[in-house]
């Protein structure tokens, strides 16, 4: 069975920055995209981002493109999201996914399998 765990959320200023970690228990990390999404209250989740399963593609969001980082660490079944420059408006719970597919092409919530259970990010103004 397949667990992820977030972790790394919290408070921030905005201008500030968080880095937040999705450790994989169960199947092999290495051969399935990764993603993150999140949801702000009251709203639907969104995609953020995506990497594929080797990390040498990836795909943003228009809203963190510039702004947020993802990787991933196969050897220790750890994927991150770097997050700089927050803002307000990146106040959300944030979620890490496991994709059916290799490619971060997809970045669809159904074309995602296994979800965390989130963490919270909260940016103050």
């Known amino acids: 069975q397949v667990q992820l765990v977030e972790s790394g959320g919290g408070l921030v200023q905005a201008g500030g920055s968080l880095r937040l970690s999705c450790v994989k228990s169960g199947r092999t990390f290495s051969n399935r995209a990764m993603g993150w999404f999140r949801q702000a209250l009251g709203k639907e989740r969104e995609f953020v981002a995506t990497?594929?399963?080797?990390?040498?593609?990836?795909t943003y969001a228009n809203s963190v493109k510039g702004r947020f980082t993802i990787s991933r660490d196969n050897a220790k079944n750890t994927g991150y999201l770097q997050m700089n420059n927050l803002k307000p408006e990146d106040t959300a719970v944030y979620y890490c996914a496991e994709s059916r597919y290799s490619s971060s092409d997809y970045y669809s919530e159904t074309d995602f399998t296994s979800w965390g259970r989130g963490t919270q990010v909260t940016v103050s103004s």
């Open positions: 990497i594929s399963d080797n990390g040498r593609q990836s």
